[in-house]
């Protein structure tokens, strides 16, 4: 709880009157020219370095929905490398990653049968749209490193002020970044003129504007440059990156591409039975089911752009039909990433109990100051049902069953929905990656190998059999549709097996 308030509170003194007296600009710029000189900023025009360590994967834990309390949940293996060009202020960064825990706990692609991979390429315009989805690639822009900051700085029209930490003193030198959100940065210089911490502030999603913290130190020299052999990066005071630095090449030659500029989120919908509709969309899938009087979609969005996708097709589908419910399955940042859009709607947000205090007291008194969403632009009170063990919507005819999953290592909160009438399921998270017309698996990091049951899996057929549920046909949201009952028998026929751990280094 504490750590929480103090992040906000940062925030605010950060972003608003400075808690410390503005010194002389030239005074800023000597602060900028000493560091650049210390630590061999001057002249270099790219680096590439290679790391070990861990990486956490944000807002996809298992047991508690704080941003502030990962746990091991979110905990990976990690082999990271990042080339920068300091000419083009482009930045890639590559990492594989691996199963940690064991028995496997929460998200990001859990359970791993096999090493992912992952690719960011940002630049010092483009990062800053915001960590939609809990996307991990937030933070990776140039001048979020040390030198990168002091030669942006060199350029720019820092400020300068003092501040003590622990006891040690540091200087302080802000900027301000051009571009849509009006970014500020700061870094703080150590006696020795060495950067030990980088601050910023992003916006996401779900927790609106929070703190991205990077953290330097145990600096080595590499040919005239000091580079900083540990790296911690943070989002809103918790890990997100934990790197051993192994490997650093000044002035490597890189070849880097600017990164694209996104581009509108697009849905596509496809009738599933009468008057249900699968609207299949980047990340996560949503489904629309008509009732008499109103609309219901099961599952939120990634973003707020996908979820004001998803109710513009359903009110293409639907157009004299309010959206009167959101079925929000779990907190994961790909399915509550449009949570704030439907509040905004209108809609009534139904999911598990155990995110009561979560949603009441984070997500939706959330500050969105860099990049206001719809809620903020437009405040009304949110409404919740808050689902124990069932619920159940029904206009007389049709019905929707909404149950609470037991003993599923994904999320201990999380929801499955069914249409008793069609012999519908709805789930998320435990039979995905799908291909609905060959009924073969993409080959995605968390899928077995033959004669392998994920756990994941498991419980969703254990949760099936305990409910009493027909099921005939299964929705995934990480899918493509609607697939046959017969795959999930196929997946559970074999050894329930959690994971192998292997390190990628």
């Known amino acids: 709880m504490l750590k929480k308030v103090v992040v906000a509170l940062v925030f605010t003194v950060s972003l608003g009157c400075s808690a410390y007296a503005q010194k002389p600009q030239s005074e800023a710029q000597k602060a900028v020219d000493d560091a650049a000189k210390a630590i061999g900023a001057d002249g270099l025009k790219s680096i590439q370095y290679s790391?070990?360590?861990?990486?956490?994967?944000?807002?996809?834990?298992?047991?508690?929905?704080?941003?502030?309390?990962?746990?091991?949940?979110?905990?990976?293996?990690?082999?990271?490398?990042?080339?920068i060009d300091y000419q083009q202020n482009i930045s890639r960064e590559e990492m594989t990653w691996s199963q940690y825990s064991n028995p496997p706990r929460g998200g990001g692609y859990q359970p791993m049968y096999q090493?992912?991979?992952?690719?960011?390429?940002?630049?010092?315009?483009?990062?800053?749209?915001?960590?939609?989805?809990?996307?991990?690639t937030g933070g990776g822009e140039p001048v979020?490193?040390?030198?990168?900051?002091?030669?942006?700085?060199?350029?720019?029209?820092?400020?300068?002020?003092?501040?003590?930490?622990?006891?040690?003193?540091?200087?302080?030198?802000?900027?301000?970044?051009p571009g849509p959100f009006k970014i500020k940065v700061e870094a703080y210089i150590n006696k020795d003129n060495l950067i030990e911490k980088i601050d910023t502030w992003m916006p996401s999603i779900i927790l609106g504007d929070i703190l991205v913290e990077h953290n330097y130190s145990n600096y080595r020299d590499f040919d005239g440059v000091k580079f900083p052999m540990r790296i911690v990066r943070t989002y809103a005071g918790t890990r997100a990156l934990e790197l051993d630095v192994t490997d650093v090449k000044p002035n490597a030659p890189v070849s880097l591409q600017p990164p694209r500029e996104s581009q509108p989120t697009q849905v596509k919908s496809s009738k599933i039975a009468d008057g249900v509709w699968f609207i299949d969309g980047p990340g996560a899938s949503t489904a629309a089911v008509e009732f008499k009087d109103y609309v219901v979609l099961v599952e939120s969005s990634t973003s707020e752009e996908h979820a004001l996708a998803n109710i513009a097709e359903t009110k293409r589908l639907f157009p004299n039909k309010p959206i009167r419910y959101n079925i929000n399955s779990h907190y994961h940042g790909d399915h509550a990433g449009g949570l704030r859009t439907f509040i905004a709607e209108g809609a009534t947000i139904i999911?598990?109990?155990?995110?009561?205090?979560?949603?009441?007291?984070?997500?939706?008194?959330?500050?969105?100051?860099?990049?206001?969403?719809?809620?903020?632009?437009?405040?009304?009170?949110?409404?919740?049902?808050?689902?124990?063990d069932k619920y159940v919507l029904s206009d007389g005819d049709r019905k929707m069953e909404i149950y609470t999953?037991?003993?599923?290592?994904?999320?201990?909160?999380?929801?499955?929905?069914?249409?008793?009438?069609?012999?519908?399921?709805?789930?998320?998270?435990?039979?995905?990656?799908?291909?609905?017309?060959?009924?073969?698996?993409v080959r995605h990091p968390n899928f077995p190998p033959p004669g392998i049951v994920?756990?994941?899996?498991?419980?969703?057929?254990?949760?099936?059999?305990?409910?009493h549920l027909d099921v005939q046909q299964i929705v995934q949201c990480h899918g493509h549709g609607a697939v046959s009952v017969d795959v999930l028998k196929q997946r559970v026929v074999g050894k329930v097996e959690s994971v192998a751990i292997n390190p990628p280094f």
């Open 51 to 83: 790391a070990n360590g861990y990486y956490y994967h944000f807002l996809q834990g298992y047991l508690d929905p704080s941003p502030n309390d990962p746990g091991p949940w979110t905990k990976f293996y990690a082999k990271y490398t990042r080339s």
């Open 115 to 136: 090493p992912g991979t992952m690719t960011s390429v940002t630049s010092n315009t483009i990062g800053w749209e915001g960590m939609h989805g809990g996307s991990p």
């Open 144 to 177: 979020l490193t040390p030198q990168g900051f002091l030669l942006v700085a060199q350029s720019g029209d820092p400020t300068l002020r003092s501040a003590t930490i622990g006891g040690q003193s540091f200087k302080v030198v802000s900027l301000e970044l």
């Open 351 to 388: 999911t598990p109990e155990g995110n009561r205090d979560f949603y009441e007291r984070v997500v939706v008194k959330a500050p969105f100051v860099l990049q206001p969403d719809q809620l903020a632009l437009h405040p009304q009170p949110a409404h919740f049902i808050w689902v124990g």
């Open 405 to 441: 999953v037991e003993g599923e290592g994904h999320c201990k909160n999380i929801l499955i929905t069914y249409m008793p009438k069609e012999k519908l399921l709805f789930e998320t998270d435990m039979l995905d990656n799908v291909d609905p017309e060959s009924l073969k698996a």
């Open 454 to 467: 994920s756990p994941y899996t498991w419980a969703l057929w254990e949760n099936i059999q305990r409910l």
